[in-house]
């Protein structure tokens, strides 16, 4: 495999043609916008849009990092076009409230089908054989894929790999989650899903990032930058060694350089643009140890509730919205209002609960983090 070149480029702030400058000078140097797209294609620009949160909230990619690509976009005489596949509200409605519609209507940007899609068949996946993929997707002739760097409780990050996910429409992304709960063979269908689709362009809105208690209720830290390159693995990469974590902790790094979708060592990455030394926040709020699937040995199994990591509820913040009910993707319910009783805080079922954190992620009032019980603590 060919060096993957990766642009990193400081942007302080959101301020539109401040962010329109920075990406520019990233294609500059790895190759022009010319260089992945021609004059009269379709192009999808695929956003992380994971709830309708207002874009100060650091949850979705920033309205300026789509409205500069669509500005690149339109320069080359491409028919652009935009979606995602949000984790809870209906695309429509996360998108506006993310800022993204009132950019796409400033540039007659026409809005992807996300709600409706069909079943698509990978024989070369082993994880992932099947995708039911948005129609807004199978009708682009590519992806430019905007990720936002940002912590994540199942996968440790999500970033330019993970984007792909909002690919899938409606509810089938809950179903991936019951089907394949252990987060290694997760990862390793999210790489063989970006494999499918091959996005042609990759950039992610680092500008501001989110640490902590990501995607959704973390804390926004200020990382400075926009990373670009043809290679998500790669980008994946440099963030995490931004975050002072070694990128081979990662599984969709691992099996993405397995199985060629892109490079994670960095001998065979080509660093160009800003220094990334001076990006590295080692302090960066993410637990900075290998991701770990919640397999236990087979002489504490009888204790594997009270072992591993778990969403809890904060009942200070919960406001009994039940929209971590409705996420919940196992039947019956992992958590639920105790007979009925949305007066108080839903509860836990930790036998059924697949620790998918589908919960956690889309919780809108913070109220919702994972803990390692003590025992789990102890055992590691």
């Known amino acids: ?3 993957s070149k990766v642009a990193i480029i400081r942007c302080k702030n959101y301020e539109p043609e401040t962010v329109y400058i920075s990406i520019k000078k990233a294609l500059s140097l790895i190759g022009e916008m010319s260089s992945f797209v021609k004059k009269g294609e379709k192009i999808l620009l695929k956003p992380n849009i994971l709830a309708g949160r207002n874009p100060e909230l650091v949850t979705t990619t920033h309205p300026a990092i789509f409205e500069a690509t669509v500005r690149l976009l339109k320069e080359e005489g491409v028919e652009v076009s935009y979606g995602d596949s949000p984790g809870f509200d209906p695309p429509i409605v996360a998108l506006k409230k993310s800022g993204i519609t009132d950019i796409a209507e400033k540039y007659n940007v026409k809005l992807a089908d996300f709600e409706r899609g069909k079943k ?3 024989p070369d996946g082993y994880y992932g054989k099947q995708f039911d993929i948005a129609f807004g997707v199978l009708e682009a002739d590519g992806i430019i894929s905007l990720s936002k760097m940002k912590s994540h409780q199942l996968t440790r990050i999500t970033g330019a790999v993970k984007n792909q996910f909002g690919c899938i429409y409606g509810l089938n992304k809950a179903r991936f989650h019951v089907k ?3 987060a290694t063979n997760f990862s390793k269908m999210l790489v063989e899903l970006t494999k499918f689709l091959k996005p042609r362009l990759y950039i992610m809105d680092g500008v501001i990032a989110m640490q902590g208690n990501g995607p959704a209720s973390g804390e926004p830290v200020n990382m400075n930058c926009i990373i670009v390159s043809a290679d998500p693995v790669a980008v994946d990469s440099v963030f995490c060694r931004m975050v002072n ?3 081979e902790y990662i599984p969709t790094n691992v099996y993405g350089n397995e199985i060629g979708l892109g ?3 960095f001998s065979e990455i080509e660093l160009v643009g800003d220094d990334i030394e001076t990006f590295v926040k080692k ?3 993410i637990p900075h140890k290998p991701v770990k699937d919640n397999a236990v040995f087979k002489f504490l199994l009888p ?3 009270l072992i591993t990591p778990r969403p809890v509820i904060k009942n200070n913040k919960c406001v009994k919205c039940g929209i971590c009910v409705k996420a919940c993707p196992v039947e019956p319910k992992a ?3 105790k007979n009925d009783d949305n007066q108080k805080s839903p509860i836990y079922d930790y036998k059924k609960c697949i620790r998918c954190y589908c919960c956690q992620e889309v919780c809108p009032h913070k109220a919702i983090s994972v803990k390692t019980p003590l025992l789990g603590k102890i055992f590691g």
Request: net charge negative; aromatic share 16%; proline share 12%.
């Open 303 to 305: 204790l594997k509730n």
């Open 1 to 3: 495999m060919a060096k």
């Open 283 to 285: 302090d960066f709020d």
């Open 245 to 247: 974590l070694p990128p």
């Open 263 to 265: 490079n994670c060592d």
């Open 335 to 337: 958590v639920f209002f």
């Open 180 to 182: 394949i709960p252990n």
């Open 120 to 122: 698509v068949d990978y």
